[in-house]
């Protein structure tokens, strides 16, 4: 049999995407709402769910299966309502009107955590506006992703849309993967910064993820009970596997104690200094790269490959002291795995710096969270840390959406020039879209210079001058 090339998909591809390029907002939402529809249901989520674990061996089914779920409505809810065809814009003061068109044919570089969320939560905004999207997806995921992608294309296919604006490639791989960012229109990457680097280097509009380590501030204020609740979830939801998983907390000293017995409690097993140091020994072996066998697998499982006796007890956080955060380790870094490392600060000036010299150190950009009941510091650390996303009372996972936060659902957490991406934020169906301005002819503005020189000038009383209210500047 004689395998498709990559040319051959994105040809196909950039046909069904033609197409679709004059549906009707109408048309839009209603195959973006069977998408949604079929990869929503139950018996498909968990199918999904259970492909994934099996063929990756990260996360746990389970939540994998929640994961969809969540990440599906959510992204629906964002985009209900949401006008991406025609004139999306007009201002009669200004005579503009802006008209939305589609990018093209989107290249998705998609990771092996959480495939199938990955994959249908990037389609769905990608065909709200009216593109195509071709799947590359990472070598340990393949067998999910084609899975996920074929339920998508039936489901486009039952609305009579054409199932060619969602392929994978026949093969996985970075030579693939390199072709297809070359030959589309547009691309997003998810996953790791070697997969975002290429991307960049493609020569075609990228964006890319930023590098996930969120550290946690736990501050004296600090409601110890909720936070507790949200680091361990947090920590522990699908293994960890998360670029929004909570990795590092620093929590004051007076509340330290407090703070460790509250995750013990909660399901958290709290390492001595030997197993910290077997774990660690374990988990990164070489002292710097993580065992891609040991990422994303429960904590029991961490354990026992660092020889580590649970006795018994049911734990799916693991946690480990840091005496120096100030110092580069791997305990600091990304870990994929459920793990926590806490620190102890005394002062609040001193976990601001810890959070921007951890970031400076393991990837900057992309998230922290702080847990307290006073608003100056949280203002504080948004001031002063260079991240996109600072989260407040809540598990750092919430940065990805939720329904109880205000930031739209997303697959990609861009970490803006910061992290060396070309978005700050939340990667949403708004970076989907050309636009196409009207400008018709309005009266003749005349600049105030006194005002606008103000902050300059002393003397703000200068004539105006006469070439500045001309109609038109050559």
């Given at each position: 049999m004689i395998r498709e090339s990559v040319e051959d998909v994105v040809v196909r591809a950039r046909a069904a995407q033609a197409e679709i390029a004059s549906w009707s907002q109408e048309e839009a939402d209603r195959a973006v709402a069977a998408v949604g529809w079929h990869c929503y249901q139950e018996e498909t989520a968990r199918r999904l769910a259970r492909l994934s674990h099996r063929e990756t061996g990260?996360?746990?089914?389970?939540?994998l299966y929640a994961l969809q779920r969540r990440r599906v409505l959510g992204i629906l809810h964002d985009l209900h309502g949401a006008r991406t065809t025609g004139v999306v814009e007009s201002d009669p003061a200004l005579g503009l009107v802006k008209i939305a068109k589609p990018l093209g044919v989107i290249a998705v570089a998609s990771p092996a955590t959480a495939p199938a969320p990955g994959i249908i939560c990037n389609a769905l905004p990608m065909l709200k506006t009216r593109n195509a999207a071709v799947f590359s997806?990472?070598?340990?995921?393949?067998?999910?992703?084609?899975?996920?992608?074929?339920?998508?294309?039936?489901?486009?296919?039952?609305?009579g849309a054409p199932p060619d604006l969602l392929a994978c490639l026949p093969e996985a791989g970075r030579e693939a993967g390199s072709q297809l960012m070359a030959e589309a229109d547009s691309v997003v990457a998810i996953g790791g910064s070697g997969t975002v680097r290429r991307a960049?280097?493609?020569?075609?509009?990228?964006?890319?993820?930023?590098?996930?380590?969120?550290?946690?501030?736990?501050?004296?204020t600090a409601d110890l009970a909720a936070a507790v609740a949200a680091v361990q979830h947090g920590a522990g939801f699908n293994h960890g596997t998360s670029c929004s998983s909570e990795s590092n907390v620093l929590v004051h000293h007076s509340v330290?104690?407090?703070?460790?017995?509250?995750?013990?409690?909660?399901?958290?097993?709290l390492c001595d200094e030997a197993e910290t140091d077997r774990l660690t020994r374990r988990l990164w072996p070489d002292g710097a790269t993580l065992d891609r066998d040991l990422i994303g697998r429960p904590a029991t499982e961490l354990a026992a490959a660092a020889g580590i006796d649970l006795g018994g007890r049911e734990v799916t956080v693991l946690a480990a002291r840091c005496a120096d955060p100030w110092r580069d380790q791997p305990l600091l870094r990304e870990k994929i795995s459920p793990l926590l490392t806490l620190?102890?600060?005394?002062?609040?000036?001193?976990?601001?710096?810890?959070?921007?010299?951890?970031?400076?150190?393991?990837?900057?950009?992309?998230?922290?969270?702080?847990h307290t009941t006073r608003e100056d510091r949280v203002l504080r650390l948004a001031e002063e840390v260079t991240h996109c996303r600072v989260v407040v009372n809540q598990s750092t996972m919430t940065n990805t959406g939720s329904l109880s936060a205000g930031v739209p659902f997303t697959t990609t957490l861009s970490a803006g020039s910061w992290g060396g991406s070309s978005v700050a934020g939340n990667v949403t169906w708004r970076h989907f879209l050309n636009h196409t301005t009207v400008s018709r002819p309005i009266p003749?503005?005349?600049?105030?210079?006194?005002?606008?020189?103000?902050?300059?000038?002393?003397?703000?009383?200068?004539?105006?001058?006469?070439?500045?209210?001309?109609?038109?500047?050559a």
């Open positions: 990260l996360g746990d089914a389970e939540d997806p990472n070598p340990r995921a393949r067998r999910s992703a084609r899975a996920t992608i074929d339920v998508m294309r039936a489901a486009l296919a039952s609305v960049y280097r493609s020569g075609t509009p990228a964006i890319g993820a930023g590098v996930g380590n969120p550290t946690v501030v736990v501050d004296e330290a104690a407090a703070f460790e017995q509250g995750l013990a409690d909660a399901g958290s097993y620190c102890v600060y005394r002062e609040f000036g001193e976990a601001v710096r810890l959070v921007q010299s951890i970031a400076e150190r393991c990837g900057l950009g992309h998230s922290c969270a702080v003749a503005r005349v600049p105030d210079e006194a005002a606008l020189f103000a902050p300059y000038r002393a003397d703000t009383a200068a004539p105006s001058h006469p070439r500045l209210l001309a109609p038109a500047d």
